[in-house]
């Protein structure tokens, strides 16, 4: 009688390399994020927004921010992809979708908790979410089966 995994190890892949490049990818956009926020494009977008009335104002700059954001992690998302060859419409689809569970509500909440810690508390609370967001869209824009055209008999 012929096993399945015959002759094959049962291990759990490696995220090792997802981890050093959403890391690396976070800490550079923790590093350029002052010049993204006071480019000239951008402050123009968010003063645009908050000659509207309050509620409005706070919510337009609030979605301003998360769409950057958002878009930046995307971005990251996609050349992770291509460099591992796993770039994919469908996968980047799946990869924006958690990095938007996860950003939408780390940075409400941040907003809300700003100035209420130490500096050194409130970075780690805006930049190890987003973090999180890259490394996690990795594994979940990943092809769900890698070795398509493999059958274990």
Do not use: C, D
Request: glycine content about 8%; aromatic content about 14%; charged content about 10%.
């Amino acid at each position: 009688m012929k096993y399945i995994f015959q002759n094959e190890r049962l291990r759990l892949p490696s995220r090792w390399p997802e981890a050093a490049f959403a890391f690396a990818w976070i800490g550079a956009l923790s590093v350029y994020w002052i010049h993204i926020k006071m480019n000239v494009r951008f402050q123009a977008l968010l003063r645009w927004g908050i000659g509207l009335t309050f509620p409005v104002s706070l919510i337009y700059v609030t979605v301003i921010y998360i769409a950057a954001i958002a878009v930046i992690l995307w971005a990251g998302l996609g050349i992770y992809l291509a460099i591992t060859g796993g770039l994919k419409l469908r996968g980047l689809l799946r990869g924006l979708l958690v990095i938007l569970l996860v950003v939408v509500p780390s940075l409400v909440a941040g907003i809300l908790i700003k100035g209420l810690f130490r500096p050194l508390v409130e970075h780690m609370t805006v930049w190890l979410p987003l973090f999180f967001a890259l490394w996690l869209s990795t594994g979940v824009a990943r092809p769900l089966h890698p070795a398509a055209g493999h059958s274990p008999s």
